[in-house]
């Protein structure tokens, strides 16, 4: 069974326009609908679409929309009562694939809410293959939320194997629990990196990776490339220990999207650093695919380009697929094919959309074996750390050779 815990639930509003949102005029939406949603909640849908065991935990009252909604497809769920109501997410989605998000705070939880959470997620975790812990926490729930889930599912007799999906400071703190798995998205992923001093580690600065190299860089012409002006800003910004602005994020998570093996380091570098750190990493990268790294071995799995509709809940979906495929007996790498398979499908159906297996085809997808992934200890030189060679990719068809399998 794959238990899931939604800390801050939400109800999935989309609306759906015939063209780009015109920012300050009224407009006519094609559709709108909602569903029943929540990281945690959309992992557990994947999960019964696949008719597989899942049992979503959430906090909220049994005649809340969002639960009804659970009623009403029929989803196996647990709740704790709020007394507050849950919180509506608003999402707009264009013609080209364009998805705008509005989420919510949602309602405050109160410590006796937040411990009643903890409790059932334990009761219930008993028995379970996989836990995941996903999304966002709501007012009045501190960031170590999470670790301390993880510490009550790990003292369990026989404790089963536990996912995080959360983002910022919630993510930085599960990571001092040590997971044993977490599914950053390329923009969360470069936050940890921050976070944790890993930047240069990770090969996202420049070679030498200091203020006056980047300067240098950048005196070399009157014309400043946007790369170079993009690592300038960056090492300044890190190396001033200064939190990196939004923009610099971004720029990061942008390159990290287009590299595979850039994020094959980066996911090395998280994983090989000292202290607690999470055992395996799921890195989704939108369109970019997803790469799959534990110690020592990495691959990227790639879906052929698509017409995107919403890509809400295609995070979710990808984590469902990587889970449904691990728990139903598959290798890491065939599990990521059809990790992918999944996200891609998601990202073309309507609102928050989850697959069933039918519509998650994994023969179109590439999975391709990332090498030298071990990156130098984290303080080295990023010059020293090892670089991922491209040179083995191949097309296999969703499952990856034997001698592949075995490495
Ligand atoms: N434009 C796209 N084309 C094809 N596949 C996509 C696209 N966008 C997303 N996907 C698929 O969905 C997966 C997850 O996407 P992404 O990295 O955006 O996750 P996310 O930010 O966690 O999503 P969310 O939080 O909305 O669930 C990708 O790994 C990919 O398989
Ligand atoms: O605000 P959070 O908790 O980070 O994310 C919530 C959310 O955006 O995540 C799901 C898509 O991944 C949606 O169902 C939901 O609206």
Redesign the pocket.
């Known amino acids: 069974m794959i238990l899931t815990l939604t800390a801050n639930p939400s109800l999935d509003r989309t609306i759906e326009l015939p063209g780009p949102v015109l920012r300050g005029q009224v407009q006519r939406a094609v559709w709108a609908g909602q569903q029943p949603g929540g ?1 945690g909640v ?1 992992v557990s849908r994947a999960v019964a679409a696949a008719d597989r065991d899942t049992l979503a935990v959430l906090p909220g009252d049994v005649d809340d929309p969002v639960l009804t909604g659970l009623d009403a497809i029929g989803l196996a769920h647990r709740s704790i009562p709020t007394g507050t109501p849950l919180r509506s997410n608003i999402t707009v989605t264009e013609p080209d ?1 364009t998805t705008t ?1 509005i989420n919510e705070p949602g309602s405050l939880l109160s410590p006796q809410s937040q411990n009643a959470l903890l409790d059932l997620v334990a009761d219930q975790a008993a028995g379970a293959s996989w836990v995941v812990l996903a999304g966002s926490l709501p007012p009045g729930v501190d960031d170590d939320f999470y670790a301390r889930a993880i510490e009550r599912i790990r003292g369990l007799d026989e404790p089963p194997l536990i996912a995080v ?1 959360t983002s910022g400071a919630p993510l930085a703190a599960a990571l001092t629990a040590s997971p044993d798995l977490i ?1 950053p ?3 969360e992923l470069a936050e940890l990196l921050s976070a944790a001093g890993l930047l240069r580690a990770a090969g996202l600065l420049n070679a030498g990776g200091s203020r006056d190299d980047a300067r240098a860089d950048s005196d070399r012409g009157a014309t400043e490339s946007f790369e170079a002006a993009e690592l300038r800003k960056t090492a300044e910004a890190h190396e001033s220990a200064a939190p990196l602005e939004t923009a610099d994020l971004l720029a990061i998570a942008g390159r990290l999207e287009s590299s595979p093996q850039l994020t094959a380091r980066a996911t090395s570098a998280l994983l090989t650093a000292g202290g607690a750190h999470p055992r395996s990493i799921l890195a ?7 790469v799959l790294a534990q110690p020592e071995t990495a691959w990227h799995a790639q ?1 052929p ?2 017409d ?1 509709v919403s ?8 984590l469902a697929g990587y889970l449904l495929g691990l728990t139903g007996g598959r290798e890491p790498s065939a599990a990521l094919a059809q ?2 398979a ?3 499908a ?2 073309g159906l309507r609102g928050t959309g989850v697959p069933s297996p039918e519509d998650a085809r994994t023969d179109a997808v590439t999975v391709t074996p990332l090498e030298a992934t071990v990156a130098a200890p984290a303080a080295a030189p990023a010059a020293q750390a090892a670089a991922p060679s491209d040179d083995s990719s191949h097309r296999h068809e969703g499952t990856v050779p034997e001698a592949e399998e075995a490495r």
């Open positions: 990281k959309n694939g998000k999906d599914k998205n390329a923009e989704t990268l939108g369109a970019g695919g997803a879906h380009p698509m995107v890509t809400v809940g295609a995070g979710d979906s990808t990790a992918v999944y996200g891609a998601a990202a």
